[in-house]
């Protein structure tokens, strides 16, 4: 478990245990698109007495051999403790859209679900995410379902991340 800083703001003490780099492999499916694999790095960070953590994710598509082959999704945002274990989460895409979660804390566990999605007109269709993140023998694990491109709601990510860097101050 990670050491909790003494300037975190006390609201999110109950998901600094998500505070970090981490970085791993999963795996992708979609009725729309083709299976793929996919290479990830996520960094939640903090700054000092505000109460969120800042997030970033970065993936890359995988060969069969594990190599990197080209840049994927991306996603950056904050999650936001709030009263009774619920946690706001904003998150924004390069490729139009920007989702807003509202998700219930548990120990070593967060399950989130859309609340509202805003497109740009040159986005793709996309309605609704769910995600579970949960630490699993020092493992983050999480899946993520959504539905888009006219299909409902179903898995379509799923990955294991190893923390690579303990929790930090977000750069100013």
């Known amino acids: 478990m990670i050491e909790v800083p003494d300037d975190l703001h006390p609201d999110c003490v109950p998901i600094a245990w998500l505070l ?3 970085e791993g492999a999963g795996l992708g499916d979609y009725p729309t698109i083709e299976s793929f694999r996919f290479g990830q790095e996520i960094e939640f960070t903090y700054v000092p007495h505000k109460p969120f953590l800042s997030y970033v994710s970065r993936s890359w598509i995988l060969d069969e051999d594990g190599n990197l082959t080209r840049p994927a999704a991306r996603e950056t945002g904050y999650w936001r403790p ?3 274990h619920q946690v706001e989460v904003l998150l924004t895409h390069p490729t139009g859209f920007v989702e807003i979660y509202l998700g219930q804390i548990e120990p070593a566990r967060v399950e989130l679900a859309t609340r509202g999605v805003l497109k740009t007109e040159t986005a793709k269709d996309y309605r609704s995410g769910h995600r ?6 020092g493992s983050l694990m999480y899946v993520y379902e959504m539905s888009a491109m006219g299909q409902e709601l179903q898995p379509h990510l799923s990955a294991e991340l190893k923390r690579v860097t ?7």
């Open 166 to 172: 303990g929790g930090s101050q977000a750069a100013d």
């Open 82 to 84: 709030q009263p009774d």
């Open 20 to 22: 970090g780099r981490w």
């Open 132 to 137: 579970l993140y949960g630490l699993v023998d």
